[in-house]
């Protein structure tokens, strides 16, 4: 292998804080002292100014970093469309489907031969247009191997990556991430990333918005303290090598996938400074607030990291956590209320059982709620809600956890999502035992009318007439079978 690699031995390192001014250096006073683009930089590097913003944004929310490099990124061969399985991971929703029916999905199986991180994403959903920069799209990934002298850069937005299985070695022009399972990563718009498997088979979850940035949300009456911490969030530091080889480019733009050769490796940068930079987070550091009385609070109050729109208090996107802690509100059905709402919600299960659905929805499947279509527990949860100690505290397992992206633009779903193999087209059927328990009895004393003895038991179908839950053209006689799916992709 011609040339060196520099650093690639040492522990990796980061640096603590959101949305920090910070400065990392490889090799010391590689960064310019006093200025940005002097007129030679120290040790020969070439100055490149990578900008999240507008030059012009208001100074709060002004993002931009400069890297310090061994060759500038514009060294490349012209950029070619690659049309590999433009069907199944795309940025355009003009074409896929709409469908106010709850959808949920088994979990997505791992190929068995290799596939790298990028030809593994599968687009589920999404709503608006990277060319317009608003909007998101959300994918799911599944591989089984590395990115091999090859990254990617997304000029379509930001990426939050929610790995559910497998760790993942996330290599940037900024340095290397470590991101297991339980925890996340955001890489910002145009920031080059090559994803390396460091725990196995991976699977995880892909929230991409088009539009502004993640951002902290604000805290209100909470105060200035909970829910994510600033200093919990960690930028990787300056790490590079020095490796002439036969790179490969990949560069998603406007939903369309380009590839271009370099005689290179792009992660080349000696020192960075900059506000403008990726991070990870650890979920377990998620102080969430609840309930101490009484009553479900709304998710919001879950909220890790948003992604504002222009309208105040509407995000893009929010993403939300479901952690392990304690449920004490008296006198409450504690597990999520039945509801419709304006927002669109995408869910997925990182690991456990969500309090809402123990059964069905499991680890590396999702489910999908669009706006105003109802959902809420299923049956056996209803049953078990109103039949326990309605005020003893209880601590939901310490291994659930759950997450939502909550978006505002209804979702389209791609239509190979909808003909998954995967799908679960009896997901409807999980609230089919919620029967009638209307009395005309006033006070009917709760626990004796509603508790698990007063209630016929929930049936999983039977005697339910099954309308067909997706009227696609993918369902069949047999909604359930898979083999009937024979033209879907086997994600
Ligand atoms: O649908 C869901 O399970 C997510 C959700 C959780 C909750 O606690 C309240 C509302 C809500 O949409
Ligand atoms: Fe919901």
């Known amino acids: 292998m011609p040339g060196k690699t520099s650093c690639s031995e040492e522990p990796l390192q980061y640096l603590s ?33 990578v900008s999240g913003t507008a030059f012009t944004a208001p100074r709060r929310c002004n993002q931009r970093s400069w890297l310090y490099r061994i060759r500038p990124s514009v060294t490349h061969e012209p950029f070619h469309p690659l049309d590999f399985a433009s069907e199944v991971f795309s940025g355009d929703f003009a074409c896929a489907l709409i469908t106010p029916n709850q959808l949920r999905w088994r979990p997505f199986s791992v190929p068995s031969e290799a596939v790298d991180f990028v030809r593994g994403l599968f687009t589920v959903c999404g709503a608006g247009s990277p060319e317009r920069k608003e909007g998101y799209a959300i994918h799911i990934y599944t591989a089984s191997a590395s990115m091999d002298n090859c990254c990617l850069g997304n000029a379509d937005g930001d990426l939050l990556i929610v790995p559910q299985q497998g760790a993942l070695r996330v290599t940037t022009e900024f340095g290397t991430m470590h991101v297991a399972p339980g ?6 718009r145009g920031l080059r990333l090559s994803v390396a498997l ?25 105060g200035a303290n909970g829910l994510a911490a600033a200093r919990d969030f960690l930028t990787p530091v300056a790490r590079f090598e020095e490796r002439e ?23 080349n940068v000696v020192a960075w400074h900059g506000n403008y930079a990726p991070y990870k987070y650890d979920l377990a550091r998620f102080c969430p607030l609840n309930a101490v009385a009484f009553d479900h609070p709304d998710p919001s109050v879950f909220t890790v990291l948003t992604c504002p729109s222009a309208i105040p208090g509407v ?15 008296a006198h409450t059905f504690r597990p999520p209320y039945y509801h419709r709402n304006t927002m ?65 633009f209804t979702p389209r779903v791609m239509p190979a999502a909808l003909a998954s193999p995967h799908i679960d087209r009896a997901y409807y059927k999980c609230w089919a035992g919620l029967r009638s328990h209307f009395t005309r009895d006033p006070n009917p004393g709760a ?36 083999e009937l799916a024979t033209d879907a992709q086997e994600r």
């Open 245 to 267: 080889c036969d790179y490969t480019v990949l560069h998603k733009f406007n939903g369309q996938l380009f590839q271009a050769q370099q005689a290179f490796s792009p992660f």
């Open 344 to 408: 669109s919600e995408f869910m997925g299960l990182i690991r456990g059982a969500y309090e809402a659905k123990r059964d069905g929805f499991l680890p590396g499947g999702a489910s999908l709620h669009m706006c105003m279509t109802p959902h809420g527990p299923d049956a056996a949860t209803f049953e078990r809600a109103v039949a326990i100690d309605g005020d003893a505290p209880e601590h939901l397992p310490c291994d659930t956890l759950a997450f939502m992206f909550e978006v505002s």
């Open 315 to 329: 995000a893009t996107a929010d993403f939300v956590v479901f952690p392990p802690r304690w449920t004490v509100a």
């Open 198 to 222: 460091a725990g196995g088979a991976a699977r995880g979850y892909v929230l991409e918005v088009f539009g502004s940035h993640f951002s902290l949300p604000d805290l209100g009456p909470i």
């Open 447 to 482: 626990k004796a009318a509603t508790g698990a003895a007063a209630l016929p038991a929930a049936t999983a179908n039977g005697s339910v007439h099954d309308p067909g839950n997706v009227p696609y053209a993918t369902a069949g006689p047999d909604e359930n079978s898979e």
């Open 17 to 49: 804080g959101f949305g920090n001014e910070f400065c990392s250096e490889a090799l010391p006073g590689a960064l310019p002292v006093g200025q940005n683009n002097p007129q030679a930089c120290p040790y020969g590097l070439y100055a490149e100014q």
């Open 183 to 188: 925890e996340v990563c955001v890489v910002q």
